[in-house]
């Protein structure tokens, strides 16, 4: 079992069904862990979908001798950077500031670049 940091060519498939062997679960018990349709397991475990950062997220939560960092690299997902209440706050003062055509842009920008990391 491979649990540390380095990037490696494994597939998310491979690393779910490797998660599933390790902590002696089945499809059912992994959808239920993480709040996800058994049948969205099995697409991920059959390598036809790959989770969103949310999932990955949640499934690292939920079984810990897998990383985030692993699952979304067996993914091909980047992952969104934690957001401090500090740093909304910051953000939200610097939205507030610009005019509603601003707003309208800057969330535009920010929706496209979000949508890259998918």
Known sequence: MQTDESPTSETFAQVLAE????YKVNGSEVARAI???VSTV???LHGKRTPRPDAIRQLA????????TRLATAADRRMPGPLSTDAKERLLEVFEGLTAEQQ?????????LRDSNR
Do not use: C, D, H
């Open 35 to 37: 709040g996800v349709s």
């Open 19 to 22: 998660l599933m062997t390790e």
């Open 42 to 44: 099995n697409t991920w």
């Open 61 to 68: 939560g939920a079984f810990p001798k897998y990383t985030e």
């Open 104 to 112: 309208e842009m800057l969330e535009i920008q920010a929706r496209a």
